[in-house]
């Protein structure tokens, strides 16, 4: 199979042929038809993200849509045929999207949205799963809360989505060019030009937002804990660097941090990855999700370009890479 390769860190990607993978147990081979590019697969390319080792020579790509081509022993939830997406490797060691074919753990993987295109179901795992583990595996979102939103980029227009599907109220701080995205995504948009003592008295009358999720991590982190009301919940996919926790403490709140790659990485919990995105299927059938996606067109011999347009902040919406047509 031909596989955009990655050599060295910092190094541009060659297009090689590689050997094909085959289905182990538990295992399907999906003949992948698009892969998602995330912010994380370009700090794994440039060695910086300890979290997300990955040895090399390697073929990144964290997010996949496209085809089951077999089924290995054990697996009875997928048949040849099926069109499936999945956050399934790109870290840790396992093979990436950025390939013809990949061999895929069958419980990372769920049916792809029936009215998506390939290259829309590839842009949503690792962006609707970090969403959701925070607002409802760990925040327990519902209908009726005030929400706020940190950042309105790939995480945090899934948490504006999944939160405006649970019924709450939904908020969400950015840079005044996103403001008719956020709209349009069902929050009310914030510039973040505005003071966090401001915007909590103008939205929710001083008492601050009962849930508050952090995309962007730093200042944002720092601003959620001002923002939230009392016995609110904070949650973060970006909750590194050193934070003063006394205002979280002053409010009574919680907090509760988010690491999306733990079952990949350790093998623990990843039903549950299959089990979310079987759920944004069913938002997105009942159209309660719409795709953000790039319009650029990539393909596996210009994968740097695609990253060279996140890179540059030049993308609107999320950049995907399409390996077959």
């Given at each position: 199979?031909?596989?955009?390769?990655?050599?060295?860190?910092?190094?541009?990607?060659?297009?090689?042929?590689?050997?094909?993978?085959?289905?182990?147990?538990?295992?399907?081979?999906?003949?992948?038809?698009?892969?998602?590019?995330?912010?994380?697969?370009?700090?794994?390319?440039?060695?910086?993200?300890?979290?997300?080792?990955?040895?090399?020579?390697?073929?990144?790509?964290?997010?996949?849509?496209?085809?089951?081509?077999?089924?290995?022993?054990?697996?009875?939830?997928?048949?040849?045929?099926?069109?499936?997406?999945?956050?399934?490797?790109?870290?840790?060691?396992?093979?990436?999207?950025?390939?013809?074919?990949?061999?895929?753990?069958?419980?990372?993987?769920?049916?792809?949205?029936?009215?998506?295109?390939?290259?829309?179901?590839?842009?949503?795992?690792?962006?609707?799963?970090?969403?959701?583990?925070?607002?409802?595996?760990?925040?327990?979102?519902?209908?009726g809360q005030t929400v706020l939103v940190q950042g309105a980029g790939g995480v945090g227009n899934a948490v504006i989505q999944l939160a405006a599907a649970f019924g709450?109220?939904?908020?969400?701080?950015?840079?005044?060019?996103?403001?008719?995205?956020?709209?349009r995504w069902g929050a009310t948009p914030i510039d973040r030009t505005t003071s966090v003592e401001r915007y909590v008295d103008e939205h929710t009358g001083g008492l601050g937002f009962e849930l508050v999720y952090d995309s962007v991590g730093g200042a944002g982190l720092d601003a959620s804990f001002q923002?939230?009301?009392?016995?609110?919940?904070?949650?973060?996919?970006?909750?590194?660097?050193?934070?003063?926790?006394?205002p979280l403490s002053f409010r009574a709140g919680t907090y509760s941090g988010v690491f999306t790659l733990l079952p990949l990485l350790t093998g623990e919990g990843r039903e549950h990855h299959g089990e979310i995105l079987r759920e944004v299927t069913r938002l997105a059938e009942a159209g309660k999700i719409t795709p953000f996606v790039d319009a650029h067109r990539f393909d596996l011999d210009s994968v740097a370009d695609a990253h060279a347009l996140i890179e540059q902040r030049e993308a609107r919406g999320k950049v995907v890479i399409e390996i077959a047509k």
């Open positions: 199979m031909q596989a955009a390769v990655l050599e060295q860190h910092g190094k541009v990607f060659r297009r090689t042929a590689v050997a094909r993978p085959l289905a182990g147990p538990g295992q399907v081979l999906v003949r992948v038809m698009a892969s998602g590019v995330n912010p994380l697969d370009l700090k794994i390319r440039e060695g910086k993200a300890d979290h997300a080792r990955h040895p090399l020579p390697a073929i990144l790509g964290i997010d996949l849509a496209g085809v089951v081509e077999s089924v290995g022993p054990g697996v009875s939830t997928f048949r040849v045929g099926d069109e499936v997406y999945g956050m399934t490797g790109g870290v840790g060691g396992i093979q990436g999207s950025l390939a013809e074919y990949a061999a895929v753990d069958a419980r990372l993987l769920a049916p792809k949205p029936a009215h998506f295109s390939m290259r829309e179901a590839a842009s949503l795992p690792l962006a609707f799963i970090t969403a959701w583990e925070g607002l409802v595996d760990r925040a327990q979102v519902r209908a709450a109220r939904v908020f969400a701080v950015d840079g005044a060019a996103k403001a008719q995205d956020i709209g923002a939230v009301r009392r016995f609110g919940h904070v949650v973060s996919a970006l909750g590194w660097g050193t934070h003063a926790l006394a």
